[in-house]
Each structure stands twice: as structure tokens, then as C-alpha cells.
């Protein structure tokens, strides 16, 4: 039986969009994009991210049309800001991730950041994910991540032990 999985993703320059594409096809996942009622744009809203990210604020996002209840696995991921995880995925992971039976996480970075991100996405998460992808600047045209990409799939096509399947 395949595992029903549920993409929520957060994405400000269409970099994390572009990767959760990629992994809607390969996983034959449902997509959840994260919105946030004040969309961020132009150099007040690259303030805006800077600022909510550092200060490690919540913002308001606009309510999530799926409940991750309904999946057997929720993969939630956006851009890493400043080291640290986007602040609308900061939102949504406390929010809806304790509803989720199974977690992953992925990212897309300037360069560093991702395990710090994800350690703190851990603790808003309330546990570990069971998979992580990082996905750098240097890396984002799907050739140059392919194996990665492959490799994140593959760890949570694998039932878990002791899962029901």
C-alpha cells in the first residue's frame, strides 16, 4: 500500500515551489502551499522575512485547505532565511504538524543554515523528522540534486519498523 503524503510548502522566489514540484511527482504527493494573508515582496518584505525570521516570529498565514490528518506522512519545507527557517513555515509547522502521524523536512538555502532550520523545525514539530533534504544555491536545477532528491524519496518510500502498512 502506498503511504498518502501531504507537501506543504512555503516558497518567496519560487525556489522551494519549483523543488516541491518535483517532489509531488516523485512522492505522487498532494500539495499544500503555505500563504500568508500580506504577501512579501520588493525590500520592505526582504526586511520583513530578515526581521520575523531573526526575532524567530509566527506570522499570520492564511488557513491550510488540507488537514494533515488525512495523510499517513507530512513533508513541510521552505527557504532558509538568516540560518534559520522561513518565519510563515514557523507558523504552519505549530500549528498542524502534531496532527501528522509521520514527518519530513526540505529546504532550499543561500548556502548554510539547513541543519539549524531543521533542528528548530524539530522542536516547533515537537520530534524528529524521519527524512531531511537540502537543496543549495549552487543545486538547484534538478539535475544538480537529482541523487538527493532520489535518496529523501527512497528513506520515506521505506515503512518505518513496527508501522502499520
Known sequence: ?????LLA?????????ELAGELRTALQAEVEEIREPHPRSGAGG?????????LRREPPILAPALDPTGYDLL?????VWVG????????Y??????????????????????????????????????????????HLRPEQHRESL????????????GADR
Open 46 to 54: 526582504i526586511w520583513r522575512s530578515v526581521v520575523d525570521t531573526v
Open 150 to 161: 532520489q535518496r529523501f524519496v527512497r528513506a520515506l518510500r521505506t515503512p518505518r519498523a
Open 9 to 17: 510548502y512555503y516558497s518567496m522566489s519560487g525556489h522551494t515551489r
Open 75 to 79: 513533508a513541510i519545507g521552505g527557504p
Open 93 to 138: 509547522a505549530r500549528r498542524m504538524a502534531a496532527r501528522a502521524p509521520r514527518l519530513a523536512f526540505f529546504c532550499t538555502e543561500g548556502g548554510r543554515g539547513a541543519e539549524q532550520a531543521f533542528d528548530d523545525l524539530g522542536r516547533l514539530c515537537g520530534r524528529a523528522p524521519e527524512a531531511t533534504l537540502v537543496v543549495d544555491a549552487r
Open 84 to 91: 534559520r527557517m522561513a518565519s510563515p513555515l514557523r507558523s
Open 1 to 5: 500500500m502506498t503511504a498518502r503524503i
